[in-house]
């Protein structure tokens, strides 16, 4: 008798290889849709990237396949350091992590020893064993506020952006790292006006690793997670949006009946409206989590002796934020 062969369509394939390695996708807000939807569909889950770690620490299962970038995928191999973590592309990269090698940031913290080291997640397990905290963009303000209620002084990396805004509502003291993301640095204020004079019952939301000229503009500025909630609770029904245009997928499924529309980030030079997409975030595809899957190429390695280090500064910010 002759055997009939099904093709089943990549989602199909990779579901079956995910129930086939007892393994988990968990995918960030800024990875293509299909990835986003494929993750929810096969129970996993999209996310900023401490929430995809704890996700899979919590989980049952013995792999953790992250869509992201590549210090997310170190995140999840410290939280989970007994469970196999495979990323889709190892070149997957992130601008903060690349800006703040180990080797000089160790050296600035050697130099200011009186400073608490405050990194932002998006960079390297090294930085993050070096670090006192780590914290994400949703509780980087309510961590360096309890510091300077105790009258510490802070160094901050990698995010110069970031570091200001939450030295602007704070005033403390801070060193800065000088290092930007490619995506939310390119967002342009007078673009931004712009097109608030022609949406101008629009509401702006904003990510807060943009410049502070764009962030002055903005009706909320918060972590890729507060932005989402906002757009499903503020009453607008138009948001103008500075940041990876990644998030609209799931801003359109959780606010079927509003309007999103891209922050400018045209400019001299520039090649089109706004270019709001990570280079790194877009190496991420559905055929690349298949063959992760089914080879264990792109398995992620990391000293012990940097795992626990590095579990102790992101322990203590999910201590603080329980």
């Known amino acids: 008798m002759q055997s ?60 953790i396949v992250v869509a992201g970038v590549k210090f997310m995928g170190e ?13 889709l592309d190892d070149q997957a990269n992130c601008s903060l992590d690349l800006s703040c090698p180990i080797n000089e940031f160790s050296a600035f913290c050697d130099q200011n020893p009186d400073h608490v080291v405050v990194v932002y997640a998006n960079t390297s ?20 506020q309890k510091l300077h209620s105790e009258g510490r002084k802070v160094l901050w990396a990698p995010d110069k952006h970031l570091g200001h ?27 931004l006006k712009s097109l608030m004079k022609i949406n101008p019952n629009a509401g702006v939301l904003v990510h807060p690793e943009s410049p502070k000229e764009v962030i002055a503009l903005a009706d909320v500025v918060g972590s890729t997670t507060q932005l989402i909630d906002a757009a499903a609770s ?13 998030i609209f997928h799931k801003m359109k499924q959780i606010a079927p009946n509003k309007k999103f529309i891209e922050a400018p980030t045209m400019g ?26 089914n080879t264990g190429k792109n398995e992620v390695h990391i000293n012990r002796s940097i795992i626990e280090k590095a579990q102790h500064s992101i322990h203590r910010l999910l201590e603080f934020t329980k």
């Open 4 to 63: 009939i062969e099904i093709d089943l369509s990549i989602e199909d394939s990779i579901k079956q290889a995910l129930k086939n390695n007892n393994a988990t996708l968990v995918a960030h807000y800024y990875v293509s849709s299909d990835l986003q939807k494929l993750a929810e569909d096969s129970g996993g889950i999209v996310s900023d990237s401490l929430e995809m770690a704890r996700f899979g620490q919590n989980s049952d299962a013995d792999t």
């Open 75 to 87: 995140t999840a191999k410290i939280l989970s350091p007994e469970k196999r973590v495979l990323v």
């Open 125 to 144: 397990a090294e930085v993050k064993a070096r670090a006192d905290w780590v914290v994400t963009s949703g509780s980087a303000l309510k961590v360096v």
């Open 165 to 191: 805004y939450v030295q602007s509502q704070t005033g403390i003291e801070m060193l800065m790292w000088d290092g930007a993301c490619i995506v939310h640095e390119e967002f342009k204020a007078e673009g």
């Open 234 to 246: 503020r009453t607008e029904d138009m948001f103008i949006v500075a940041t990876d245009n990644g």
């Open 268 to 293: 001299e030079g520039a090649t089109c409206q706004s270019c709001a997409h990570c280079q790194w975030m877009a190496m991420n595809s559905l055929e690349k989590c298949l063959e992760a899957l």
